[in-house]
């Protein structure tokens, strides 16, 4: 089982390519799935006249990579109480044909230095790939605040309340997906 993750934050030191990162690792420690990180910071701005010549390199791996996953974790970051402008993007080029998405099961988590752990940007996510037909898992919920206070930027966790959330999520998650597969 291939377990692929996608982050709405093209910046290095993005908390949420962290939370993501350590989240793959935990769950390839703790299971036998595969884990991948589909690279998406080469996707144009969604334009259908790029679409009509002929779709992005960059768009067409992270689509195949896209089919060839069991589970998709979308890591998005909270901006002006959404998701993140490249997060939609990202969907936005994903959901385009040839279609690979139908049925596929996906989790979102995020994580901000503020007090909301994204829960509004989580929300409207979640309901973006649901009327795109996809399966979103509504548990775990892995959503950090102050994440700059509970994760180093060496994804060292620092608070035994976000170590505790993470265990729980990853068994949680794994538990989930041996009993769907
Ligand atoms: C345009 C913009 C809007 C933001 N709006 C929110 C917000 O509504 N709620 C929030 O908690 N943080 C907000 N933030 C702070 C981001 O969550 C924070 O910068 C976060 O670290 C971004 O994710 P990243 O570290 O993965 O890049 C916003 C940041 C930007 C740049």
Redesign the pocket.
Known sequence: MLISGI?G?L?N?????LLLKIFLEKISDNSNFETDVIDVSKFPLYNADIEAKSLPESVLSAKEKVKNSDLIIF?S??????L?GVMKNIVDWISRPPKVIDDKYILVIG??????G?L??YTHLNHILLSLGMNVLNQPRLLVSK?DKQIAPNGKILTEELSQLFDNSVNQLIKKLNNLY
């Open positions: 982050c934050s910046r030191e993005s908390w949420n390519k890591a970051p909270a901006y002006n109480s959404s993140s994580a901000t230095p503020g007090l909301s994204t509004l940007g994440v």
